[in-house]
Every structure is written in structure tokens, then in C-alpha cells.
């Protein structure tokens, strides 16, 4: 058995792509969970707290960033970029 080390590693006979990208979100929900994140870092009393949920916002919005520029249903390379 390989042992897993990231999506882009995978043999392409290995993970169902359809099933894959199914599952991945529009950038609009992208955006949605980054602003979770800074609204939740906002109420955050430890900096290292809010400095957490501020880099997870990062990521959020660059997956977003990254989902426009995918045609629809095609965004698994910015999940994978990510992992």
C-alpha cells in the first residue's frame, strides 16, 4: 500500500475524479468561510488565536481566488494546492 501524501500525489486510478470534484465548494462559499473566520477572529482574546483564524481566512479566499479561475467543477487543483 503507498502511504498517502497528498491529493496530487495519488495514482489517477486511485481516487474517483468525478466523486472528487464533486465535493468542492463555488468561491462564493469560499468567501463565506473566510468571513466566518475573521468574524470569529475578531471575538478571539489571544493573538495567537486570532493570527490562526486570520491565516485559515488566507487560505479561504486564495481557494476562492483560485475556484474563479477554474471553469465550474474544475477547481481541484486549488484543494489540492492547498492540502
Partial sequence: MVPFTGL???????????????????DSEYRRLAAECLE???R???H???AHLMEMAQRWL???TEAE???SGANNT????AL
Fill in 40 to 42: 470569529l477572529a475578531q
Fill in 62 to 64: 486564495g481557494l476562492a
Fill in 8 to 26: 496530487s500525489r495519488l495514482p489517477d486510478d486511485s481516487i474517483d475524479r468525478k466523486r472528487y470534484r464533486a465535493w468542492m465548494m463555488s
Fill in 78 to 81: 486549488a484543494i489540492e494546492r
Fill in 69 to 71: 479561475r477554474q471553469p
Fill in 44 to 46: 478571539m482574546s489571544l
Fill in 48 to 50: 495567537r488565536d486570532r
